[in-house]
């Protein structure tokens, strides 16, 4: 009878949590549960007393609608964190939530999944943050790995897979082959920065300001990367910077189109960069096997058939490209010991300098 060792026990006593801690939204993954939590990331915080009065779902719905002593705010920014304190706080909170009515004997071991190329400084804040929260062990894996993971992509095999992560902070572009990133870029251009792009849109043609809330509702009932067979339109209200007295003006899916029309270009000249830096063996197989979407960004009407024009191959989206992330850290806690070499090493367990 084999006994087993201290790994395996600790594992049978403990919670494992994956955590897809994103810009715009932050999913929990409980192993054995799957995914159980996704709250947007955004905290409110009273500014006279310091303390915070909602998180998540709760706290979003105050984006601009609070009284000037309470400041709803995104403690991440572009995917990495601005706000330290306030994302532990977030991250205590979560942990809680999915923990609830649970006893177990240890501390929680926690994979969190963040953008590719980030700095070991911007690594360490994610890692101290999740810890100072609550958690025992922390493992650290690139989103874009994750993203390839939760879609069931063969990564470790000699083939390549490439993967488009479309965020809500940045977009992630990388080419997979054995377990390791063969080719990556990452972007500033994705999810809030399409809602910016409609804000200034609307403002500069109409000389009306609208909300970061009414641009994100724009951009997912009429917004379209490419020509619809009958035209989309939305009313919208907004402030008239001329008066300013509250006005409302009629957009069509040709104005948005106008409006993400740079940042579009951005993502796909990017999308050919990693191609182009891509080896020959594996860019035949992208080629026979595709692109995949994922994230958010994978939902805006037509951007994978443009794409796929722009790039001269299929592009595939899974049934559900906004937990495709959350999906692989859970993957990766159901059998950790396959998945190690694409985790970012902590400090201490990298060898010694000679």
């Known amino acids: 009878m084999r006994i087993p060792g201290f790994s395996e026990i600790k594992r049978l006593f403990s919670h494992d949590v994956g955590i897809d801690l994103g810009t715009a939204n932050t999913l929990v993954y409980l192993r054995g549960q ?53 994302t532990e706080e977030m991250i205590a909170y979560l942990l809680g939530k999915a923990t609830a009515g649970t006893k177990k004997v240890f501390s929680p071991r926690v994979v969190v999944g ?28 690139e989103e874009p790995m994750a993203a390839a993971i939760g879609m069931r992509l063969p990564i470790h095999e000699p083939a390549g897979s490439m993967v488009i992560d479309i965020g809500g902070g940045t977009s992630d572009i990388a080419v997979i082959s054995l377990g390791g990133v063969v080719a990556s870029k990452n972007l500033r251009v994705a999810g809030d920065k399409f809602n910016s792009d409609i804000v200034s849109y609307v403002r500069n043609q109409f000389k009306i300001l609208i909300g970061e809330k009414t641009a994100e509702f724009i951009k997912t009932t009429i917004g379209s990367v490419l020509p619809t067979h009958a035209p989309l339109e939305a009313s919208v209200k ?117």
Not at 37 to 55: D, L, M
Not at 115 to 139: F, K, L, M, Q, Y
Not at 302 to 315: D, R, S, T
């Open 114 to 141: 963040v953008p590719s190329g980030i700095t070991n400084v911007e690594i360490r804040a994610v890692r101290d943050a999740t810890r100072n929260a609550g958690a025992g062990e922390v493992h650290i894996v």
């Open 34 to 86: 799957g995914i159980i939590i996704n709250e947007p990331s955004v905290v409110a915080v009273n500014q006279k007393t310091g303390q915070i009065v909602a998180i998540g779902t709760e706290a979003r719905a105050m984006l601009g609608r609070t009284p000037g002593h309470i400041t709803a705010i995104k403690p991440l920014v572009d995917g990495v964190i601005s706000d330290f304190e306030t």
């Open 238 to 354: 907004g402030r008239d910077l001329v008066t300013g007295l509250p006005k409302e003006v009629i957009l069509t899916d040709t104005d948005i189109r106008e409006a993400l029309a740079p940042s579009v270009e951005a993502l796909i000249e990017a999308t050919r960069e990693v191609l182009e830096s891509t080896p020959p063996e594996i860019l035949s197989d992208v080629m026979h096997r595709g692109a995949h979407l994922s994230g958010g960004g994978a939902l805006l009407k037509g951007l994978a058939e443009l794409i796929e024009n722009e790039i001269n191959m299929p592009v595939h989206v899974p049934a559900d490209p906004l937990t495709a992330v959350a999906r692989g850290t859970g993957i990766i806690l159901e059998d950790i010991d396959n998945y190690l070499d694409v985790l970012i090493a902590n400090e201490d367990e990298l060898p010694p300098k000679k």
